[in-house]
Every structure is written in C-alpha cells, then in structure tokens.
C-alpha cells in the first residue's frame, strides 16, 4: 500500500536527478499546451488592448465578441460626430512611440500576449486567429478557418500525444537517470500516433460530459488518471481495454490520490505569491514525477493480484533494467521496447556537404537578395495592400538577406553535420548582420527602413525574436537544400554565360548602390516610421 510521503520522496529523488530536464520538459509542456495551467505570470507580456482611460478590465478575455460590437455601438452612439464620419480601425502607422515599446506587433507578440492570457497556446493561438477576424477581412476569415482546423489537429494529434510522451519520459526517470527529453516524442517513434490519439480524445470527451455534472468530473478525472500511463508503456491496447484498467487501478485509490493533490497546497500557494516561478522550477516537475511514482507503485500491486496482468504491464524494463545494463549510460534500452522503433530514414536528400565556386556564391547571393525582397514586398502587400519597393536600393534585391546567406554558408562549412548548431549560429550571424546594417543605415541616412519597436523580444527596435526566428528556419532551408539544388542547377549553366551573367549583375548592383547611395529609396512604406508614430493609436473618426 502506498504512501503520500513514499512517493514525494521518489519525485524528490527524481528532481535532485534530472533537474534540468524536468525542468526543461514541463515548461515546454506549460508553453505548448498549457499543461500546468499555462506559463508563469512572471512571463506575461503587457497587452496594451486592455487598459481603457486608464482603467484594466479583468474580464476581458471572458467576453464576448457580441460583447465587443455592443461596446462600440455604445461609444458610437455616447459620441456624437459630425454626419457622414465613419469609424475606423488603426493600422501599423498608427502606432505611438509609447505603444511601439510594448509586445503589440508581430504574429509571436500576438501569439504570446494571447497565450500567457489564456494559459495555453492552444486557446492563445485560436484568441488570436479570431482578433484577426473581427477586423472584417476576407483573408482573416479564411486564416482563422484554417487555423482552426489545424488548432484541432493539433490538439488531437500533438497535445494528447505529448501528455503520452511526457508520462514516458517520467516513468523512465524514476529508473534511468539520464532519460531524454526526447522521449517525449516517443509515440511518434513507434508509429501508435492515431491509436493513443484516439483514445486520449474519447478520455477527454468523456470528461467534459462528466465535468458536466461538477462532482462526476472529480470522480472520473481520478477514474481516467492512468489512462495517459497505460498507453505510455503499452500503445497497442484498445480503448475500452485502457479505460477498464485505469478505473480498476483507481478503484479504493481516487480518495487519497486527492488528498496527495491536495498536499501540495502550500506549493501553490508559494507559486501564487512568486508569479508562478516555484511552479515552474520545482513544483510541476516534483508533482508530476510524484504521480508517475504513483502508476508504477499501482501497476505494481496489479502485478502482484494478478499475474495474468503482465500481458497490460508488459514492459518489464520500465520498472527494473536488465542485468548487464545496470552499470551502463543510465538510459532505457529502447531496442527492448515492446514494439521496435522503425530504422530511421535519411530525411536529407541533397548533398549539403560541398564546397562552392566564386560564381555559385555570387550567383547565390543575388537569388537570396531577390527572393528577400519579393519576400518583403509580399508581406507589405497582403498587410496593407499596396505595393512597396522595398529597401534602401531600387533594383530588385535586398543585399542584407544575399549577405547574409553567403556568411552563413561560408562561415558555418563545418558545423554543417550539426543541425541545432547550425539554426543557433544561423540566428546569430543574421542577427548581427541585421543589427549592424540597421545602425549603419540610421547613422549615416538618418532614417530608418524597418523597426521592430513593439514586437516580442526585440532589441533597440534593429532586431527581434520573430525576424531572428524567421532567419534561422530560412538560414537552414537555405544551407541544407535550396543552396545545393540551386548550385546543381547553375552548374548546368555553361561555365562562359555563368560569369556572363555575374558580370552583369554585379555591374547592375554597383550601380544601383551609388545612386542610392546619393538618392536612397525613401517614402511610403520603406522609411515612414518616424511618422508612424506620431499618430494615435486610439480609434479615430474621420470623415
């Protein structure tokens, strides 16, 4: 029989372990999924959408949209104007210098503000899907249709399968005290993705119709708490199968494992009064290694009733590790798995490891200038509907993005194997070179051609997370295939039209940089920050 004290001592025992990777995994967790009720207060950005006058309203993100409409029919109809004004909603110029320092622009701001107000990324990505449509465009109607769509799928097929993973990865800890953070992907692994979806998503509907009857959702969350565990050590069950046993093991159990939820009131409390930090840093990963303690002390007094049982349980290396692996690396023998992990193929189909010519690099940097630029131009295109020529030159082409694909292909030849690698230094270079052109320009121009001053994480207005992101994701795209099949398909091009070619283009460059040096591309839409905000970002009349 267990006890409360026994099993908070193995997820003690399991925290002084693993602690940066339980860590690590309930964050990504809280983040992803709202797992433990969503990310700390510490790390909710300012959502300037909900001061009025001076005033915060708490209830905003239980409102309505019905309830939106009706508070700007009453502002229209308490504000009397002049006949023929109409109301109309800011857009990107419209924003103050006060409001461009807070996370209020970009699709990551959007997204965070939404998902540390709803405490999942879920509700967070969906709350802001549907910000996007109240403002009446077709595109956002469709966006939102789509992203529901995927939220959905998502939901099915990422949240409930990484809740699965996340029980793996603690039923693993309590024995192996290097288990990965990897093993959250576990289900992926051994091909159970559609059969442990289906049978998380009836656990979930199950729930929400007992939630229903308030003190049949207590009962039945208690009911189905193993169901995640069972089909983390054996995915071939059947539904029905995985809920009978979840409900057996449950049985004379539901009562005290309340009372040991309820024991860690004071680590609530102690979260509460640190905006979530003790959460974050100890509480989730304790509590929940404490819980996965609690399936393998359950599974192993089913064991012990019934022998026949061990066709359920049937990883016997979860609770003990064979003989000659004790004093091994400290991880689970995953080759001993019940259900084999298919060989993995090789997801790269490009010779990536290569070495280019003075002519690919050049040809290279005007095909990533360009594509930069058409890029841009999209962007501004579908943003605000009118199209720009972006960037300080005339010709088609945005050196910083050529520039910066270039260095990374030079200077990251040797890093090339390692793929994360890669990404980081992707995202540093670019960084710096984004950073610097940035200064440059403003210091020698005395203007500005881009501004980041109110997304998330940005750094003097030259830079930010979501571009960085952005660079780093293209940066690899760009080293692993588009740089390789590019270099294949120049090489098909006679070696005497090649230079041909970089000769021209090269001549057309220099060119357009001395008479933009002399004249710079300036105006609407490329240097017009300094105006933007000078203007308010309150709704205007205007006739």
């Known amino acids: 029989m267990w006890t409360r004290k026994q099993?908070?001592?193995?997820?003690?025992?399991?925290?002084?372990?693993?602690?940066?990777?339980?860590?690590?995994v309930c964050f990504l967790m809280s983040f992803l999924v709202g797992e433990y009720g969503g990310i700390p207060d510490l790390f909710t950005a300012y959502d300037e959408t909900q001061e009025i006058e001076g005033t915060v309203d708490t209830n905003y993100q239980k409102r309505r949209n019905s309830d939106v409409l009706e508070d700007v029919l009453e502002e229209q109809q308490a504000e009397k104007e002049p006949?023929?004004?109409?109301?109309?909603?800011?857009?990107?110029?419209?924003?103050?210098?006060?409001?461009?320092?807070k996370y209020s622009r970009g699709v990551l701001a959007a997204v965070f503000n939404s998902a540390t107000q709803w405490g999942s990324f879920l509700f967070g990505l969906l709350d802001t899907i549907n910000k996007g449509l109240l403002k009446g465009h077709l595109?956002?109607?469709?966006?939102?249709?789509?992203?529901?769509?995927?939220?959905?799928v998502f939901y099915i097929f990422g949240k409930n399968i990484l809740r699965v993973g996340?029980?793996?990865f603690f039923m693993e800890s309590l024995t192996y005290p290097e288990t990965q953070i990897s093993r959250l992907l576990m289900i992926y692994r051994v091909r159970r993705t559609r059969k442990t979806a289906r049978t998380m998503l009836l656990r979930n509907v199950y729930q929400f119709l007992w939630d229903l009857t308030v003190v049949g959702g207590c009962i039945k969350h208690y009911s189905y708490l193993m169901v995640p565990y069972i089909l983390a050590e054996n995915p071939n069950l059947e539904s029905k199968e995985v809920f009978r046993i979840s409900k057996d093991m449950m049985h004379g159990n539901k009562w005290r494992a309340f009372v040991l939820d309820l024991s860690y009131f004071w680590w609530y409390l102690l979260g509460f009064l640190t905006l979530g930090l003790?959460?974050?840093?100890?509480?989730?990963?304790?509590?929940?290694?404490?819980r996965a303690a609690l399936y393998m002390q359950l599974r192993g007094e089913a064991l012990e009733r019934d022998s026949g049982m061990s066709r359920i349980f049937n990883d016997i290396y979860l609770a003990q590790p064979p003989v000659w692996e004790k004093d091994s690396d400290g991880l689970y023998p995953y080759e001993l798995f019940t259900i084999p992990e298919p060989e993995r193929r090789e997801w790269l189909t490009v010779e990536y490891r290569r070495d280019y010519s003075i002519r690919s690099y050049i040809l290279l940097f005007f095909t990533f200038?360009?594509?930069?630029?058409?890029?841009?131009?999209?962007?501004r295109l579908v943003e605000n509907g009118d199209f720009v020529n972006r960037g300080v030159l005339y010709g088609p082409w945005l050196p910083i993005y050529g520039s910066g694909g270039v260095l990374i292909l030079i200077l990251l030849k040797r890093v090339r194997e390692n793929v994360p690698l890669t990404f980081i230094l992707t995202v540093l270079i670019c960084g710096t070179v984004e950073y610097v052109t940035s200064w440059y320009l403003e210091m020698t121009k005395h203007m500005k051609w881009w501004d980041y001053s109110g997304y998330l994480l940005n750094l003097n207005g030259r830079i930010c997370a979501e571009g960085l992101l952005v660079f780093g994701l293209g940066g690899c795209v760009f080293i692993y295939f588009a740089a390789p099949l590019l270099d294949d398909f120049y090489k098909k091009i006679p070696a005497k039209v090649q230079r041909i070619l970089c000769i021209v283009l090269i001549a057309l460059f220099l060119t357009d940089m001395v008479f933009s040096r002399i004249r710079p591309n300036v105006g609407k839409g490329i240097t017009d920050y300094e105006s933007r905000i000078e203007i308010s970002s309150e709704w205007r009349y205007w006739s």
């Not at 099993?7 to 690590?24: D, E, M, N, T």
């Not at 003790?278 to 404490?290: E, I, K």
Request: net charge neutral; hydrophobic share 45%; proline share 4%.
């Open 166 to 168: 996340e029980c793996r």
């Open 369 to 379: 200038s360009g594509v930069g630029w058409i890029w841009e131009v999209f962007l």
């Open 278 to 290: 003790a959460d974050v840093f100890f509480l989730n990963p304790y509590r929940t290694a404490a």
């Open 7 to 24: 099993l908070k001592a193995q997820g003690k025992k399991v925290y002084r372990q693993h602690a940066f990777r339980v860590i690590a």
């Open 139 to 152: 595109v956002d109607s469709m966006i939102m249709s789509i992203g529901m769509l995927l939220s959905a």
């Open 83 to 101: 006949e023929g004004t109409i109301l109309r909603a800011p857009d990107e110029n419209s924003i103050p210098v006060e409001e461009k320092q």
